[in-house]
Nanobody, 116 residues
């Protein structure tokens, strides 16, 4: 059974930084593309960033490009999202996502917040 467990959320001042981590188990991690999504109150879940299975390709939503960095460690089955220059509009629940041609898996989410 696949488990994705996010951690690292919290409350920071605008302009601050947070690093989210996702620990994966129950899957061959290196064969999955990984990503982070977020859902703000009253809004639909949106894609934030993705990283390929080998870690050699990344994608960022325009709203976070240049501020967020996604990375992965296939030896530790983890994927991270470094969030810098946080804005109040980055306040959301952040979800880890693992995808392969035969399935999609979601974590339970962690609250990432920038609040003045």
């Amino acid at each position: 059974q696949v488990h994705l467990v996010e951690s690292g959320g919290g409350l920071v001042q605008p302009g601050g930084s947070l690093k989210l981590s996702c620990a994966a188990s129950g899957l061959t991690f290196s064969t999955y593309g990984m990503g982070w999504y977020r859902q703000a109150p009253g809004k639909e879940r949106e894609l934030v960033a993705t990283i390929s299975s080998a870690g050699d390709n990344t994608y960022y939503a325009d709203s976070v490009n240049g501020r967020f960095t996604i990375s992965r460690d296939n030896s530790k089955n983890t994927v991270s999202l470094q969030m810098n220059s946080l804005k109040p509009e980055d306040m959301a629940v952040y979800y880890c996502h693992a995808v392969r041609s035969d399935g999609i898996n979601w974590g339970q989410g962690t609250q990432g917040t920038a609040s003045s």
